[in-house]
């Protein structure tokens, strides 16, 4: 009858067939095994870091050091050194024994799921978030600006990636450790990662400095996926099209071009997080990462590396928390890319 | 001298399997494989500060006098005998005459004689460390010679004012600014030791690399890999070389502790620190057990407070915080390696050092009254104090060490304080700065047996480089007139009055715990134990095995 009618059930019947593309690969998702069971652990992860206080029998700062490393009496007997209980204190007191404070390694695991996972989250989001826009500016508008913006990359590229982390860390850490006057720099970024900590339930973590460090290094490999995606979808018929009625730019990047490569780079995303999350362990593990006695990953298996000949039991768990996430977030990633990446569509 | 914790573990041996007949028909073995820890950052003596250069520097050039590793009294070494005025003021030392510098190739392995070690090179050698063109950080130990301070400084730019003079070619003459007792010690140290002008003015920095280096101690320096290995072999040249049992020491420089400790059980090692963690195994192990030995160290691990930082400007937080450290449970559950509870700076074996008195009122582990001084100083539980750090260098065995103190802190007291870390290199940059940390953790090694090289070398407010910022004129007084004075007994009773001010009535500082090495060494080594400098390999042994 009147225009407005059909438009609406045109609107309806677009969002449907939009609902049916994401259920779809959601289906598609689900069907695959490995990444259910990854996506599963990821899920499981996230509510123990939400949770932390509640699934943690011991805050992971506290312990006393007369129970200093304890080894859990059922883990004893897998341990490969023989005379292990001719030294060590072997009980039940705590579930995965305790380290050389005392302190509970279960409990430091839960909290430390409270570094990884924002870590790689964030650094997930900034990446998103800087390499996006600028790839999307470089790849739009092209020539002169593509080159330069892209030669900017190029520079960037050619630092290794992990020597600019360290090296931003250090400064960091030179910069931000102590106490500042109100009024600086450094002290408002104080401020904020005070914020950041509390948030996280961390005393005295550093997380901000931390995400920091990552997501200025992060967001590269992104901008030139991004730029890649969109220098093959801008001549296409409906990017001309948007162009004749006369859509502006802004309006054409964000409603045209953003929701189609989209997919694919969440799903690189998604395969970065790992990533991510190693490069905190491996700071924590040098020392750069969070500062103590926020228990990081890679704080505890550095500490564990120590006593490995002595008490393996303290690098053991943490390792392998660690391992398991990184397995979870790859079988999510392969299967969300299987799923979402509409060139792997059919090829299952 | 500044010193990481890792360094305790010094020395990791390992025997070469190359073994000869030594006298008496015992089988020796001919070469050993040490673990230096760390690259030296130096190896000019006149530049070292830290433990891993003085090792090198202890084997490779001789000082007029050196410690004895039992007593730690003072014996001749360059020097045959000295004297000392009777106004304390002038000390003339009379020096041995069959030394000689050595210059090794390293690709011909040809050693050549460079001429006798003369009173000039040592002549030579103090006025370098004090030129302040040579930028020796340890400059201000000779700051005690007549006009060295002035020199260093800038304020005098001729070198013939400074007190040292060469009467001949084997008398040197020292002219003290105020007599010292302790000065026989100090004219032994590497920043005092001869050194070969020659190879110096040619090859400028790298004067103390292999083929371009002179030397005169009991082993020349063969190859230095940087960062990887270094390798020295007996100088025959040496004037006691037929008691020098070990033929070439090969150095690696293995950083990681539990690393090298591994090397050590598996039989490559034969002497090796033990890691903390280790330790428990170790002494059940019936093997291990038996290698195991704690060898007294010269050292004190300490807290300073920044005293002009608040809430640390006020001597009652100072006082709570000093008293909520449970030293004893830190040492016996964390530590576990026999180390002590520090009461004071000095570490007992020093002169003058008040450790072993039981009279010394030491700051009790009191957590009841460091609550009550924490509230009389206007923060009951800890409210209303401003942000606190606690900064420490990099390093495993500090953090726990923070962890632990940083735990007893918030239970006892109800304090929150940051824990921040950094580089070594930077982390010294930051201490020794004008922004010194609110607190901060440091060792400190005797550099001589004596107090003066503790409290007045490191808290003075001008002549120390007291990096609390602290300025106390009592203490400056006591501490300067038991330099200056001569009586044992007077000085003991001074640095008491000295030592109760800094650590218990100001508590300025909180010493945490004396050092030891605990040293894992193989049944075919035949060892002494250096508590202070560097280790005398000249004098071990090492068996056919």
Redesign the interface.
């Given at each position: 009858m009147t225009v407005q009618e059909r438009a609406a059930s045109r609107l309806t019947a677009r969002e449907q067939r939009e609902t049916n593309l994401w259920a779809d690969a959601f289906r598609r998702l689900i069907r695959n095994r490995a990444a259910l069971v990854g996506g599963l652990i990821v899920l499981g992860l996230i509510l123990t870091a939400i949770f932390a206080p509640q699934i943690a029998p011991m805050h992971y700062a506290e312990g006393d050091s007369y129970n200093a490393l304890t080894v859990p009496s059922w883990l004893a007997p897998f341990l490969p050194i023989k005379n292990i209980q001719s030294y060590a204190k072997i009980n039940n007191n705590f579930l995965l024994g305790s380290d050389e404070l005392g302190r509970d390694i279960f409990s430091r695991i839960v909290y430390g799921t409270r570094v990884s996972l924002p870590v790689g989250f964030m650094g997930a989001l900034t990446a998103l978030i800087i390499g996006l826009a600028y790839g999307c500016i470089s790849g739009y508008y092209g020539g002169k600006v593509d080159n330069i913006m892209m030669r900017i990359v190029d520079i960037m590229y050619a630092f290794p990636t992990m020597l600019l982390i360290i090296l931003l860390m250090a400064f960091f850490k030179s910069t931000f450790a102590q106490v500042q006057e109100p009024g600086t720099i450094a002290y408002t970024f104080n401020q904020i990662n005070k914020v950041v900590d509390r948030f996280l339930g961390l005393q005295g973590g550093g997380m901000l400095f931390i995400f920091m460090g990552i997501g200025l290094t992060a967001w590269m490999g992104m901008a030139r996926l991004a730029r890649g995606q969109i220098l093959s979808l801008k001549e296409k018929e409906f990017i001309e099209a948007a162009h004749t009625v006369g859509a502006g730019d802004l309006r054409i990047i964000v409603r045209h071009i953003l929701p189609n490569i989209l997919g694919p780079c969440i799903v690189a995303e998604t395969l970065a997080i790992p990533g991510y999350i190693n490069y905190e362990v491996f700071l924590s593990f040098i020392g750069l990462g969070v500062d103590a006695p926020t228990p990081s990953w890679g704080s505890m298996i550095s500490e564990g590396s120590r006593s490995i000949r002595s008490y393996p039991h303290m690098i053991l768990f943490p390792a392998l928390a660690l391992s398991i996430t990184m397995f979870a977030f790859n079988f999510l990633g392969d299967g969300l890319r299987d799923a979402l990446d509409p060139r792997m569509r059919g090829t299952s | 001298m500044n010193k990481k914790f890792v360094l305790v573990s010094l020395l990791v041996v390992v025997a070469m399997l190359v073994s000869a007949c030594g006298g008496g028909g015992e089988k020796l073995a001919k070469s050993i494989n040490l673990n230096l820890g760390t690259e030296p950052p130096t190896l000019d003596p006149g530049l070292a500060t830290d433990t891993t250069s003085v090792q090198c520097d202890e084997l490779l050039f001789l000082g007029l006098t050196d410690f004895d590793d039992k007593t730690l009294e003072t014996i001749p070494e360059l020097a045959t005998k000295w004297e000392v005025s009777p106004d304390g003021l002038t000390w003339t030392f009379y020096m041995r005459k069959d030394v000689v510098w050595v210059h090794y190739d390293p690709a011909t392995k040809k050693v050549t004689e460079k001429g006798p070690v003369t009173a000039y090179d040592i002549e030579y050698g103090v006025k370098r460390t004090l030129d302040p063109v040579t930028a020796s950080d340890y400059a201000y130990v000779d700051y005690i010679i007549k006009n060295g301070q002035k020199f260093n400084t800038g304020e005098i730019t001729d070198a013939n004012e400074v007190g040292v003079k060469a009467l001949d070619a084997y008398t040197i003459q020292f002219t003290l600014e105020k007599p010292a007792g302790y000065f026989a010690g100090i004219a032994g140290m590497w920043v005092n030791r001869p050194v070969p002008r020659e190879p110096i003015e040619k090859f400028g920095d790298k004067w103390t690399e292999p083929g371009n280096i002179w030397t005169n101690g009991p082993y020349m320096l063969e190859t230095w890999e940087h960062e990887n290995k270094m390798v020295m072999v007996k100088n025959p040249k040496f004037f006691n070389a037929k008691n020098v049992s070990i033929e070439t020491i090969n150095w690696a420089m293995v950083v990681?502790?539990?690393t090298a400790?591994?090397m050590y059980?598996n039989g490559e090692l034969d002497v090796c620190g033990v890691?903390?963690?280790?330790l428990?195994?170790v002494?059940?192990?019936p093997v291990l057990s038996k290698e195991l030995y704690t060898a007294p160290y010269l050292c004190t691990y300490y807290y300073g407070f920044n005293n002009t930082k608040p809430p640390f400007d006020n001597k009652l937080v100072r006082q709570a915080f000093s008293m909520t450290i449970d030293r004893k449970?830190?040492v016996e559950?964390?530590l576990k390696g026999g180390q002590k509870p520090a009461k004071t700076f000095a570490c007992p074996g020093i002169f003058g050092s008040p450790a072993e008195d039981p009279n010394f009122p030491e700051i009790p582990f009191d957590p009841a009254k460091a609550k009550q001084l924490l509230a009389e100083a206007g923060y009951p539980d800890g409210k209303g104090l401003?942000?606190?750090?606690l900064?420490y260098n990099?390093?495993?065995g500090h953090?726990?060490i923070?962890?632990?103190i940083?735990?007893g802190w918030?239970e006892h007291l109800g304090v929150?304080v940051?824990?921040?870390?950094?580089?070594w290199a930077?982390y010294l940059k930051?201490v020794h700065g004008p922004?010194t940390?609110?607190i901060y953790r440091l060792g400190w090694c005797a550099d001589y047996p004596d107090e003066n090289n503790w409290v007045l070398e490191v808290f003075h407010p001008t002549l120390g480089s007291n990096d609390i910022k602290w300025n106390n004129a009592e203490f400056a007084r006591l501490t300067e007139e038991a330099a200056a004075a001569s009586d044992p007994a007077k000085r003991k009773e001074l640095y008491f009055q000295a030592e109760k001010i800094l650590v218990h009535d100001e508590a300025a500082i909180a010493p945490i715990y004396y050092y030891v090495r605990v040293v894992c060494t193989k049944p075919y080594v035949e060892r002494t134990y250096a508590p202070l400098g560097g280790e005398h390999i000249d004098k071990w042994k090492v068996k056919a095995h």
């Open positions: - | 990681e502790e539990s400790f591994a059980e890691p903390s963690a280790d428990d195994r002494r059940a192990d449970k830190l559950t964390v401003p942000e606190i750090t900064m990099t390093s495993e953090k726990r923070a962890e632990f940083q735990q918030k929150e940051k824990l921040a870390n950094q580089e930077v930051t922004d940390p609110q």
